[in-house]
């Protein structure tokens, strides 16, 4: 049991926008900068958003973060089939004095 | 650009240690914005944090409760990498172990391993 509940599957057909949500607590999401992940099968998460809403150089502007409260949010707008990957939330918690990740979400472009 | 290049056996036997090296280049391991980290997983477990080093003037560890007793993360400065050691292994070690930079300031993962799975079984 993940301590960021994400939902397991998420889907969406091209050119169309899919928000992704990452629930937590006020230990974590709630006092702390969340990040999300991109991950292919047999390859190593690749990271989309820090800080919240901060896209690293090379990261499509198509991906945006929000966070509200204990929860956040990854938004894929303009959906390409090579959107199709498992994604991630994290963030650090104060209570267990490490990071946290969310179970994934599995992105499926129909 | 930063690069983190994973070594270690993919077989290890019950009761034994578990031991994986990343080797990082474009960066220091002493590098005072950032921490060394060791990420794993399965199936079962999902993306599991399990610990980091850095450097302050001095050095830190910071381990996941899971495995406080069991882990050994050090750095070797003459050869700039970090490794991991997981004493006492059990089938529930099971899984893909990655190294990762964490730039302090964002909290983040920014720079991944290419992953080593490592799998538990006599």
């Known amino acids: 049991q993940s301590v960021l509940t994400q939902p397991p599957s998420a889907s969406g057909t091209p050119g169309q926008r899919v928000t992704i949500s990452c629930s937590g607590s006020?230990?974590?999401?709630?006092?702390?900068?969340v990040s999300w992940f991109q991950q292919f099968p047999g390859t190593a998460p690749k990271l989309l958003i820090y800080?919240?809403?901060q896209r690293p150089s090379g990261v499509p502007d198509r991906f945006s973060g929000s966070k509200s409260g204990s929860s956040a949010s990854l938004a894929i707008s303009g959906l390409r089939s090579e959107d199709e990957a498992d994604y991630y939330c994290?963030?650090?918690?104060?209570?267990?004095?490490?990071?946290?990740f969310g179970g994934g979400t599995k992105l499926t472009v129909l | 650009q930063v690069q983190l290049q994973q070594s270690g056996p993919g077989l290890v036997k019950p009761s034994q240690t578990l031991s994986l090296t990343c080797a990082i280049s474009?960066?220091?391991?002493?590098?005072?914005?950032?921490?060394w980290n060791w990420i794993r997983q399965s199936p079962s477990r999902g993306l599991e944090w399990l610990g980091r080093?850095?450097?302050?003037?001095?050095?830190?560890?910071d381990y996941a409760t899971s495995v406080r007793s069991r882990i050994t993360i050090s750095p070797d400065t003459s050869k700039n990498q970090l490794s991991l050691q997981l004493n006492s292994v059990t089938p529930e070690d099971t899984a893909v172990y990655y190294c990762?930079?964490?730039?302090?300031?964002?909290?983040?993962?920014?720079?991944w391993g290419q992953g080593t799975m490592v799998t538990v079984s006599s």
């Open positions: 990762a930079r964490e730039v302090i300031m964002t909290q983040a993962f920014d720079i």
């Open positions: 474009g960066d220091s391991v002493s590098s005072n914005i950032a921490a």
């Open positions: 080093t850095y450097s302050r003037s001095k050095w830190y560890n």
């Open positions: 006020s230990s974590n999401i709630g006092n702390n900068y």
């Open positions: 800080t919240n809403t």
């Open positions: 994290a963030t650090w918690d104060d209570s267990l004095s490490g990071p946290v």
